[in-house]
């Protein structure tokens, strides 16, 4: 994988188009993002580097239900919550799902960390987590008492990534799959297939 790129200008096209068209949706549905301010500008921030990391990764993305942007469905497929952020404090683990929690991280989840500052057209791609270990191990704040708790992970908690990083695939049981295991890393099955 590349764990720096410069997004090139039709990818940065994309994700601008998948920002825009989520943000969209949330106004028509009354949403507000995780910030509690839902603005055009966070959306196209967040979807540009869901484009960059999978670009990164080799991962076709928007996938069909990107604008979506439901918890049942990943950033980036099969199973990647993409945080970018322009400042290494600290990555926001959201809590787990339960009764009405709108703005949670499925534990099964990976969540990668992506640093941009904002503006640039420059990403890296820093680590990621399993969300429920943070969910475990990582106590509940809200630092900016914007109700909306989280699990703060520190730098130093991610595992890197490395451009030797899914060199192979990293089998895991799979229903979906028809011999029933997938990349976790990619939306790959056993079979060599890219659904
Ligand atoms: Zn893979």
Redesign the pocket.
């Known amino acids: 994988m590349e764990t720096e790129l410069v997004l090139p200008v039709e990818h940065w096209n994309e994700g601008k188009r998948i920002g825009l068209a989520r943000y969209e949706r949330a106004k028509r549905l009354g949403l507000r993002d995780s910030f509690g301010q839902d603005s055009a500008q966070n959306h196209v921030y967040g979807a540009c580097g869901e484009a960059a990391f999978a670009l990164s990764m080799g991962i076709p993305w928007p996938h069909d239900r990107s604008i979506d942007g439901f918890v049942e469905v990943a950033d980036v497929l099969p199973n990647w919550e993409v945080r970018t952020c322009a400042s290494t404090g600290g990555m926001k683990v959201r809590r787990a799902c339960g009764d009405g929690i709108r703005y949670c991280d499925p534990p099964g989840r990976i969540v990668a960390f992506v640093l941009n500052s904002h503006g640039s057209p420059s990403y890296k791609m820093v680590g990621h987590v399993v969300a429920g270990w943070a969910q475990l191990n990582r106590q509940l704040s809200d630092p900016n008492n914007r109700g909306r708790p989280a699990h703060f992970v520190k730098m130093i908690d991610l595992a890197l990534f490395a451009p030797n990083f899914?060199e192979?695939?990293?089998w895991l049981r799979d229903p979906q799959s028809p011999s029933g295991w997938g990349?976790?890393?990619?939306p790959?099955n056993f079979e060599g297939e890219t659904p």
Do not use: E, F
Not at 183 to 186: E, G, L, P, V
């Open positions: 899914h192979h695939h990293g990349c976790a890393y990619c790959t």
